[in-house]
């Protein structure tokens, strides 16, 4: 089993800045993508992604966190960053950790984390 752990989500004003952390631990032989997903308050609403970023460091994000956030790995660590800056209240949501690989060199692994709360609100 593969655990995914977020951590720095807090409150935070219009126009402030956070940065998440996702850390990797279990049996990994490999992570390949990992990304950053999240949920918006309401009901029915679905996760969404925010960011993504393969084993080489490519990236995509999505339309609306573009030029804001800025994704990141440490693939010795098995950590992933997401550094967020001129946060608007839309931002508000819980941000999910996900990461795919394998498990000691045959059994691939999917995980999620938890999940980490960042609230905008002034």
């Known amino acids: 089993q593969v655990q995914l752990v977020e951590s720095g989500g807090d409150l935070v004003q219009p126009g402030g800045s956070l940065r998440l952390s996702c850390v990797a631990s279990?049996?990994?032989?490999?992570?390949?993508?990992m990304g950053w997903y999240r949920r918006v308050p309401g009901p029915l609403k679905q996760r969404e992604f925010v960011?993504?970023?393969?084993?080489?460091?490519?990236?995509n994000y999505a339309d609306s966190v573009k030029g804001r956030f800025t994704i990141s790995r440490d693939n010795d660590k098995h950590k992933m960053y997401l550094q967020m800056n001129s946060l608007k209240l839309e931002d508000t949501a819980v941000y999910y950790c996900?990461?795919?690989?394998?498990?000691?060199?045959?059994?691939?692994?999917?995980?999620w984390g938890r999940g980490t709360q960042v609230s905008v609100s002034s």
């Open positions: 996900h990461a795919e690989g394998r498990i000691s060199g045959v059994s691939p692994f999917d995980s």
């Open positions: 279990g049996n990994i032989f490999s992570v390949n993508n």
């Open positions: 960011a993504g970023i393969s084993t080489n460091g490519s990236t």
